[in-house]
């Protein structure tokens, strides 16, 4: 079985990520820049934002993040994204996910210019990427495509099966396994037989915040199996797939933690860059 090494494989595009913005910056005589809105004080975002910052400066890239409290009004986040649309300094906004529940989060989306919106969830970057035209790709979805390309760098005609749907991880998922010629089948709550359909797939991607759901008798062999999942347990972190189980049959399996996170964070700074690039042309 092969362990899909996450924190390897971050560690290489992030030294590709430093080669170019090196080259940029004597190209263009500047550097991209990532501005990261944090509200509130929740520990796992304020852990995500700092990992965030630290990466985005170790390949080179400006970095900034501004901080409101949980009580900040949403007029206030709304003004201070117009002003970053506008400042030709910052390639890249991200508002870290989630906000408190008195602001509106699609308003908030919305309110990024969708050339440097990294995160790719406003509605302009998720149309275009469904119909197959540029545009910023959701940063774990991108990451688990780059480490699946990696053990099997032709998909085409591969049976995927994606568990969960979410706009965040499914659906942009789904939609990159398309472009290269899977056949994907989105499963989610309400499917019928969830083991039957994975049973079927030469590649799983599991990204439903169900601790362990994906078991060993559930995957065939041979098949490639991408965790998503980061649940906190009785037993600490476990993923969305039953790793002891699984990796006796899979052919590769990403481990929880080490796996798709650092990927993700990797994949973000690939975002700010190519955003840097497009606005450059
Ligand atoms: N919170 C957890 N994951 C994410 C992400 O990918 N982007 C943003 N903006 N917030 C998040």
Redesign the pocket.
């Known amino acids: 079985m092969i362990l899909i090494d996450g924190k390897k494989a971050a560690a290489e595009l992030r030294a590709e990520l430093k080669e170019e913005v090196a080259g940029l910056k004597s190209k263009h005589n500047k550097v991209p820049g990532l501005t990261v809105i944090l509200i509130g004080d929740l520990t796992p ?1 304020q852990i ?1 934002v700092r990992n965030k910052e630290k990466s985005a400066n170790e390949v080179g890239l400006k970095s900034e993040v501004i901080k409101y409290p949980d009580s900040v009004e949403e007029k206030t986040v709304l003004e201070k994204i117009k002003e970053l649309n506008s400042d030709e300094t910052v390639s890249g906004i ?5 906000l408190p529940k008195h602001i509106d989060k699609q308003k908030v989306i919305e309110a990024i210019n969708p050339s440097k919106d990294v ?1 790719g ?1 406003h509605p302009m970057n998720v149309g275009n990427l469904s119909s197959g035209y540029e545009s910023s790709i ?3 979805p991108l990451g688990c495509y780059l480490l699946i390309k990696k053990i099997e760098p032709n998909l085409s005609g591969k049976k995927a099966v994606v568990v969960g749907r979410s706009n ?1 991880n499914g659906k942009p998922m789904t939609q990159l396994l398309l472009k290269e010629n899977c056949t994907v089948t989105i499963t989610h709550s309400k499917t019928k037989d969830l083991k039957a359909e994975c049973l079927e797939a030469d590649i799983i991607v599991a990204a439903v915040g169900i601790p362990e759901l994906v078991r060993g008798d559930w995957v065939k062999k041979d098949a490639i199996v991408i965790d998503v999942g980061i649940n906190k347990t009785d037993n600490g972190i476990v993923g969305d797939v039953h790793f002891d189980e699984v990796s006796k049959n899979a052919k590769a399996l990403t481990p929880v933690p080490g796996g798709v996170g650092p990927m ?1 964070i990797a994949c ?1 700074l690939k975002n700010t860059i190519e955003c840097f690039k497009r606005s450059q042309k």
């Open positions: 975002s995500y991200l508002v870290q996910l989630p995160d969830f959701p940063c774990t965040l993700t973000l």
